[in-house]
């Protein structure tokens, strides 16, 4: 069956780039699959002009706080759109990495030990650390301090555009990530970045960085990357599609954050999992509209 959908893009996010490489990719497929598609790329939108499409779903491929993170969602919820994604609660707890985390530990999912630091707080974790934003995506704002001296400077750098900011354990080892659809895994894969950090040009720009699919993993590691995805991603309350990210050391598997609305660009993690798992681009968007359109 085919319908009409609405992509949506752009947004006011650092990542508005990568959200309309994103939004033009998922477009053609969708195109692809059969359905006739309208594109927008957009700053913000307001449920009153939701109102002057005709789409019988829309996909928001947006990235980054306002798009991803409840507000796009909330108008949506508003309009009484049917969309792909999660919803506004889930949307916005996912976006903030401390109410992620928190929840993790909850759930006894292992995560990094952190620190939620705002203005004039003094820092008690000690070096190396992450020092990030907390409601950023694509590791916008993040930056890894080996000392006490970086990390004072990256503070109070990050303290200038955020009202607060995270302030992690930093864990070496194996980059993991696992795409859930519809509650079920996708295979894991292992990010190998040919710089330090699987920073924002190793994600969008580098052509130099290498990923696994279905990498050589002692099982219980695997298996506790896919339960901690599934479980912590259904108690948040996301749907349709998510990503859990982790790091993987000798202790097991840490989880870092989630995404509800992984990118979909050529660089993109949950499509290469998904094409991996039999579900081509066209397959996986066509999927994902078809489970919004009958959501209703």
């Given at each position: ?10 947004g ?14 998922v477009a ?7 359905h ?63 109410a ?19 203005d ?18 694509s590791?916008i ?28 354990q930093?864990i ?16 894991i894969?292992?990010?190998i ?30 298996e ?32 870092l ?40």
């Open positions: 069956m085919t319908c009409s959908v609405l992509v949506l893009m752009g006011p996010d650092e990542e508005h780039d990568v959200s309309v490489n994103s939004g033009r990719a053609e497929a969708l195109r692809t699959a059969g006739p598609v309208e594109e927008q790329i957009i700053e913000r939108i307001h449920a009153s002009q939701l109102g002057e499409f005709d789409a019988d779903v829309v996909f928001p491929v947006l990235h980054g706080s306002w798009g991803e993170g409840g507000a796009l969602q909330r108008e949506l919820d508003a309009a009484g759109r049917r969309y792909v994604g999660s919803a506004t609660t889930a949307a916005t707890m996912a976006m903030d990495k401390d992620t985390k928190t929840l993790a530990v909850q759930l006894g999912i292992p995560t990094p030990s952190w620190e939620l630091v705002h004039g707080d003094k820092c008690t974790m000690p070096c190396p650390v992450v020092v990030k934003a907390p409601r950023e995506g590791s704002d993040l930056f890894i301090c080996r000392d006490d001296r970086e990390r004072t400077r990256r503070m109070k750098e990050l303290l200038t555009r955020h009202r607060s900011i995270m302030v992690e930093f070496t080892g194996r980059e993991l990530t696992v795409g859930v659809v519809h509650e079920e895994a996708l295979p894969i292992e990010i970045p040919a710089t330090e950090s699987y920073d924002y040009e190793a994600k969008y720009v580098r052509d130099d960085t290498a990923y696994v699919l279905e990498p050589d993993l002692p099982e219980e590691a695997r506790a990357c896919i339960d901690a995805a599934i479980r912590l991603g259904t108690a948040i309350g996301c749907r349709d599609l998510w990503r859990a990210d982790f790091m993987l050391d000798e202790r097991g598997p840490w989880l954050e989630l995404n509800t609305m992984p990118g979909f660009t050529s660089h993109s993690l949950l499509p290469k999992a998904a094409a991996h798992a039999g579900r081509p681009m066209q397959v996986l968007c066509h999927d994902l509209v078809e489970h919004a359109l009958h959501r209703g």
